[in-house]
């Protein structure tokens, strides 16, 4: 809701035929129903995204079916299948390239985690190492239902997000980041091996 | 289609001075193999393909594979001449086989629909020797197969066109696919480990004290102590 207006008076109004709203609200209400994914696939998750954006699941009703071929146009980043330690660099530097605002969603066991893989050697143990992830969808590979619910998900993130204040949008923030370092190929792995600014290995608290 | 004796008969008297080897398969598939010496690879492998009842004109796959050093042992029964009489005694022999890289590759015919014939090639180590003869010249769908056990096994191809890593990246040292590769040591917690991965966990995280251990203690310094002991290990990792 709006800040500034009183709910009551505001649904009074509306029956009225005035409809009241903030700029936060158009703002957010206009991007989260038009995001330009990026149009790339790593595996058998493509699969599933390219039967998302085809006629059966269509994509197309949540705003989404423009898939772009050029980081520089697009908003979303769903990096569908497993990711190799030889193909990390290449996601992290289309993300640079990527303009603000920008969204990732992890899809698929291998993104979110290195799947099947984890204890390989070729692996990345989740593309969340380098670049903030927004959401994950577990599933081997998931549905296309599970992509869509995602991608409403991040709909919902996205209407929440403030245009000012403290805890605005990272792409307001001029203090967040919004490239981050790409790793360089090294002699036994990758250097280094993961960004400790995104991501800590998961520790075993105890009480 | 021929017999391996017979295939080897024919190109030792193609080939002079081939020495060819038929490697016994003891497995139930009985795929025994020619094991073809490394100086002659090219030009046997010339006759295979040329020749005209055999034609294996269609290389299906190359493989690596690894042996590392071993020790055979070998009881020989043995006539002894022991105080004064002859004795039949048991004598063990322990013989060092060096380590060594080897290259398969599975050899079809599509004009005489016949195969597979499988050859195999040695290398004279595991190290600076770790060599042997492209066949991409004769076969060309070797070329990313071997180009791949050059990458994984570390095997070098004389001759091969454009010798390079094909799946890891250039800058990447090991063989993977070797017996004596190390990963990189980056386990990370997984709730359910097992095996190898189990071993791996213990390694990184402290096990999960158990009842017992979690009981207080009359002066009631058990549980802390625990807690200690874990959180300087949690601390370790970090």
Redesign the interface.
């Known amino acids: 809701m709006s800040e500034g207006i009183d709910d009551s008076l505001r649904r009074e109004l509306q029956r009225q035929g005035v409809w009241v709203t903030s700029m936060q609200e158009l703002y957010n209400w206009g991007r989260k129903n038009s995001i330009w994914p990026l149009q790339f696939g790593l595996a058998c998750c493509a699969i599933e995204m390219i039967a998302t954006a085809a006629s059966r699941y269509d994509i197309a009703r949540f705003g989404g079916e423009v898939f772009r071929p050029s980081p520089r146009q697009a908003d979303l980043m769903i990096v569908a299948g497993t990711v190799t330690?030889?193909m990390a660099p290449q996601i992290v530097r289309l993300y640079n390239q990527m303009a603000d605002p920008k969204y990732v969603i992890a899809m698929g066991a291998c993104a979110i985690s290195g799947g099947p893989f984890?204890?390989?050697?070729?692996v990345l143990?989740g593309i969340d190492r380098y670049i903030p992830v927004d959401v994950y969808i577990p599933g081997c590979p998931p549905r296309p239902e599970a992509l869509l619910h995602a991608f409403m998900e991040l709909q919902r993130k996205i209407d929440e997000q403030k245009l000012r204040g403290a805890n605005k949008a990272a792409h307001l923030n001029s203090e967040q980041p919004s490239e981050f370092p790409v790793p360089a190929?090294?002699?036994?792995?990758l250097d280094p091996?993961l960004n400790s600014k995104v991501f800590r290995?998961?520790?075993?608290e105890?009480p | 289609m021929e017999s391996l004796e017979q295939i080897k008969a024919r190109i030792e008297a193609a080939v002079p001075g081939a020495s060819i080897e038929i490697v016994q398969n003891a497995s139930p598939s009985k795929q025994d193999s020619l094991l073809i010496d490394n100086h002659h690879a090219r030009d046997v492998a010339t006759f295979l393909r040329i020749d005209p009842t055999l034609r294996l004109d269609f290389c299906s796959n190359v493989t690596g594979v690894d042996w590392l050093d071993r020790t055979v042992k070998k009881t020989v029964k043995v006539k002894k001449v022991v105080d004064g009489q002859e004795k039949e005694v048991a004598e063990t022999t322990e013989k060092k086989i060096p380590g060594y890289l080897e290259v398969v590759y599975h050899l079809y015919s599509m004009t005489r629909k016949h195969g597979p014939v499988i050859i195999r090639m040695r290398t004279a180590d595991r190290a600076e020797s770790a060599c042997v003869h492209s066949l991409t010249a004769v076969w060309r769908s070797a070329e990313f197969q071997e180009r791949e056990i050059f990458d994984l096994y570390g095997v070098r191809f004389e001759g091969h066109p454009d010798l390079r890593r094909i799946?890891?990246?250039?800058?990447?040292?090991?063989y993977?696919m070797r017996k004596d590769?190390r990963?990189?040591d980056?386990y990370?917690?997984?709730p359910t480990p097992h095996d190898?991965?189990l071993e791996?966990a213990r390694r990184h995280?402290?096990p999960r004290p158990s009842e017992e251990e979690l009981k207080p203690s009359q002066d009631g310094r058990n549980k802390s102590e625990i807690?200690q002991r874990?959180a300087t290990q949690?601390d370790n990792?970090?």
């Open positions: 330690k030889k984890k204890q390989g050697y070729n143990k190929f090294g002699k036994h792995d091996p290995p998961p520790a075993i105890r | 799946l890891m990246w250039d800058e990447f040292e090991d993977p590769f990963e990189p980056d990370e917690y997984e190898d991965v791996k995280y402290a807690l874990l949690d990792l970090k």
